[in-house]
């Protein structure tokens, strides 16, 4: 049986953590919210998320913060979901190392179609041997 994707979201707006889980368990995949970066760590390790949703303005670490963090032990995607607009969080937050950015107030349709071309592309990118198939030099050895 395959297992379900589990999403993350870190985000200190608890109604947004409720609309995320509705959304996500909804579309078929498990979900833990964490809200704020200090707590998203003790879960972090306990779960491993498939895929981050982080929001930028948080009280404690900030979604910048967070992300470097993140990024020193992991390469699982992350999405920032945040109320800032402007074009410079959208360039600090892809050279801190974020896969995507989506601007509050979100459409669903875009979130979820973004959630789903990240762990697609994350499942591509494992090597071959890791999805059970066969790589050209086993193929020619046959």
């Known amino acids: 049986m395959k297992k379900r994707a589990c999403i993350m979201a870190i985000d200190d707006e608890v109604e947004v953590l409720r609309l995320l889980k509705k959304i996500f368990e909804e579309e078929g995949y498990d979900f833990i919210g964490a809200t704020s970066g200090d707590a998203a760590f003790s879960l972090l390790h306990n779960h491993q998320p498939d895929l981050i949703i982080l929001d930028i303005m948080m009280p404690g670490l900030d979604g910048f913060q967070v992300l470097e963090l993140i990024r020193r032990n992991s390469d699982v995607p992350v999405i920032i979901l945040t ?3 402007e074009v410079t969080a959208l360039r600090d937050s892809v050279e801190i190392g974020a896969d995507d950015y989506v601007k509050k107030p979100f459409y669903r349709l875009e979130l979820v179609a973004r959630v789903r071309a990240k762990l697609r592309r994350a499942a591509q990118s494992q ?9 050209a030099n086993e193929k020619v050895g046959k």
């Open 83 to 85: 109320g800032r607009g």
């Open 127 to 135: 090597p071959a041997f890791n999805r059970g198939e066969e790589t």
